[in-house]
């Protein structure tokens, strides 16, 4: 029953029947009741180590957990951070501080010293927990730094001056009377890092309220409890915590975690586990429709591929579905300001290519970036989201939240058009944001980082079309009189202050000046034109 539904002032509301979202329901007592749903069946499993937890152990280990942090002193509203790959561990923290009223703010756990840093001051976190891979970056993070507050550093294992997570594990569990209950629409529960339209990343106030909304709109879906699901990709980004670990739990699967992408340890874990459903990116489903290695494993239980975070072409889906004899292939669209999910295409998917239509409770409109004036079906502009999903606002940050969420409708920055049918379809990006194969990268960060060469006069950064990683960031430098800078330089330069995904894989461009509008502002289509005709030359 997905036909369009739309009023006449051109909003189009979501065709599915509304569902009833509590007002008042903490994520603690919502995600404990549904652990208790499932008891001894098993939840969680790390892919390469096999240690594994039941929907049991979780509720005691967290609970434990979130003790341990009230005898630490964390009180309601202080945050804690995870600098973390993806593991089991993972999922007991963001319960555990739940569970102790506290927000858990997340990073990609590949950032630099530096951008840890700059992560740690804004979020004004009181603890951090990490990886022994991880803790020599938080050290280098802290020790530079007057402004970081930490009381102490956790370690998932054992590192020299870290507190070892497995004591938190162990805690008798006294000091958690109750599970925090609080305002669910007013309480940060999570706090991950988005640039959304413009400028530097910024939090994300997700409150308890925003992620069941979107828990409960997300079981359209259909998750079943025999689903075996693969934990690739990151928990420290809105897809992997909401679309796989959390929603894991509300559907009663089983999930195997992996840290990082490998092929051969990617395809056996999911051979040997006969993983039924897995969440990717594109960059992950162009591998799997072309890759020679994935003739060599079984991989005949999938029954259903999620794609989400950047743009799936339709070729790329057909490719992937006849190889795989893969019946659904499932595209979800969201931001992290929404919690993420917007729009899922539900199967039967008669649309490929479409990122399908708006979940339960949702409205969206499209509107011309010039006019403001609402457009109809089949015509491209600014796709605008209302819904309970849309996060309260960006940390700090009361301007940036005003030009995002306007008159109660979030200006996602995305171009999209919608057909008869209420199918919508991303067709381009209004924003200056970039995404390498799924992850944020913001130019105004690279050019605030390039800006501070001692050759570098202005510069400019864009991103540039590429089949493998969707987008490469390319930048535009304008070099000092005197200099002898070369794009060698640069690209040195960026790789000893900022994490790997965010090189400038698109390349370095001089040019005598950067183009900008009377007020200053770069004007990155020029830029973006110029790239465009120099390749067709
Ligand atoms: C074209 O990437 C995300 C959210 C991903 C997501 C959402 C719903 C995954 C599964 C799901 O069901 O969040 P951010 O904040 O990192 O990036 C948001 C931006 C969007 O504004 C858009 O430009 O990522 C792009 N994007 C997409 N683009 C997200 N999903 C899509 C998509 N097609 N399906």
Redesign the pocket.
Known sequence: TCCLQQTKAGIIESAYKPLTIPDNVDFGSFILSHLEQYKDRPLIENGLTGVKYSYSDVISKSLKVASAFKKSGYKPGDVIAVFSTNNPEYLLVYIAAAAAGLTTTTMNSAYSAKELKFHLENSECCAIITTEELVSTVKEAVGTSETVKLKEIIVFGNSHGCRPFSTLVEDDGTALTEVYSGNAKEDVLVL?Y?S?TTGLPKG?MLTHHNIVSNLLQ?TVLKLDTSDRILGILPFY???GM??ILFSIITNGCSIYTLPKFEPEIFLSTLSKNRITCV?L??PLILFLAKHPLVEDYDLSAIRRI???????GKELVLKCKERLGVQEM?????????S?????SVPPIRHEGS?GTLIPNTAAKIIDPETNEILGPMQTGELCIKGPQVMKGYLNRPEATADMIRDGWLY???LAHYDEDGHFY?TD?L?E?I?YK???VAPAELEALLITHPDIKDCAVIGIPDEKAGELPRAYVVSNDKSTIREEDVLNFTKANVAPYKQLRGGVEFVPEIPKSAAGKILRRILRDSYKNKLND
């Open positions: 991950p988005s959304g994300v997300l980004h809105i897809y909401v679309c969440h990116v594109p999620f794609s989400g975070a950047a743009p799936l499932i595209q979800g669209y969201g931001l992290t300001e929404t993420p999910v917007v729009h899922v990122v996602s920055g995305d991303i990006r924003k944001l995404k799924g992850f944020q």
